[in-house]
């Protein structure tokens, strides 16, 4: 699958803090825009496509930190339309098609809290000082993907659920430079190491594994609940 950039305006995380990330996010990410945003018709919002057969491993036998509830109330109308889809919640593989492009940068934001804002590859050194920055995912961690030739501005995903220790579920937005959102993606580590350096993505479209391995930068987290 054809891989593009990935950046974007952001969206109101809520409805006190609305205007001010607005006029921050228009700011930090409208340099990085090419093309202007596309309506769809909202009677198509998504095709589903079956899942991959996984084997889960028991959940003692994952590792998952224990983060800290960021306490920021999703409420913009992206999250509401895939609340509202029954296949995120059957974990099958979806595509929805909003009414408007939505950006993998607004979307992380929305999804996971982690108020970040330009483009996707500058996300892992901003979070430096203000996140929890893991090397193994964890869910509601943002999943952060280098910058590539094909891929200058980098993507960011959001880890939904661990299914092994090698294989993660996640929603993120505008893979393919499409504007639309990807519902419980298969990810899977191929790194020589087990180290979560590099992995491949699911194409939803194709209803197979992608073939192309991409390198990650690592995972941005809340930071971690005292024990």
Known sequence: ??????????????LIAALAIFVG????????????????????????????????MPAAAIN????????VELSDPTLSIVAEDKSAMVETPSIIRPARHVYCVEFARLASGIALFGDAKTWW????????QLTNPAPGAV????????????HVAVVKKMITSREVLVDHANWGRDGRIYI???????SPRNDWSMVKVWNTQANKM??????????IAQRFAAN
């Open 1 to 14: 699958m054809k891989r593009l950039d990935c950046a974007g305006p952001a969206s109101a995380i809520s």
């Open 25 to 56: 996010a228009a700011t930090a990410d409208a340099k990085t825009l090419s093309h202007r945003h596309h309506a769809v018709s909202p009677t198509h919002r998504h095709a589903v496509v079956p899942m991959p057969a996984a084997r889960p």
């Open 64 to 71: 998952t930190p224990v983060l800290k509830d960021s306490g």
């Open 125 to 132: 050194d901003q979070a430096r000082a203000q996140y929890a």
């Open 143 to 154: 999943m952060v993907f280098a910058s590539r030739r094909n891929m200058r501005a980098g």
């Open 184 to 190: 419980n993606a298969p990810v899977v580590d191929v």
């Open 210 to 219: 992608g073939t192309t391995a991409y390198s990650l930068k690592g995972f």
